[in-house]
């Protein structure tokens, strides 16, 4: 699996202590925001899976009802404050495809703000196109292992119409289809302890990086990208030996 998505595992499996709490409501509000207007403007969780799929994890980062509920209005009215969702596309160390989705209120600000964080860890902002080919648009479920085996749940998920599962620490990630995700959702529900459910941007391709040095350089560009104000996700198509992940996130 790509080093990125095992590396933001073990970032959040080791709990929300670590995390900056003010920051990380005000990244689940903005993307209320957005799933709300994309939603055709419902503010029903039960009639917008999108929003549902926010809710879920804005709760799970134990954000207040009272906070997501004052979003959801917010994203209802017309004072939204003009946000808008974007995508950037560039290159890390290593030559490694690096996507990155932000929502943002000043495109030119934001941009800016993320071009200078590639250039100063030794990578380089792309061209819109650029990067994008080497990832494809899937449905994300993280599930606990608990006491059933690799091959018990590859049989359980390809049999609910799944594509892909990899190993990821004590967890399974279960690829399916955009629009397939809901559905299986519901029925892994039944059967395994879900973590987390959402639509993601998995590698085609991955490059591997052997030098410490350089995938040392690659997890602090993305942490400096994850870490801005405006950025939501990053994704990244490297693949490193889990000792470097393990000591990155220690």
Known sequence: MSGHSKWAQIKRQKGVADIKKGQAFTKFASVITI??????GIVDPAQNFRLRLVIEKARQMNMPSENIKRAIQRAAGRDNGGLTEVVYEGFGPGKVGIMVEATTDNKQRTS??????????????????????????????????GNKTIDEIFEKAVEVGAEDIEEAGDEVLIYTKP???????AILEGVFSLTDAELARKPVVTIPISDKQTAQKLLALISALEDNDDVQKVYANFEVPDEFIAEESA
């Open 35 to 40: 799933a709300v207007r994309q939603g055709g």
């Open 112 to 145: 800016g703000d993320i071009r200078n964080i590639f250039e100063k860890r030794g990578g380089s902002m792309a061209s819109s196109g650029a990067v994008s080919y080497q990832f494809e648009q899937k449905g994300l479920i993280s599930i606990k292992k």
């Open 179 to 185: 629009e397939d995700l809901g559905r299986i959702k």
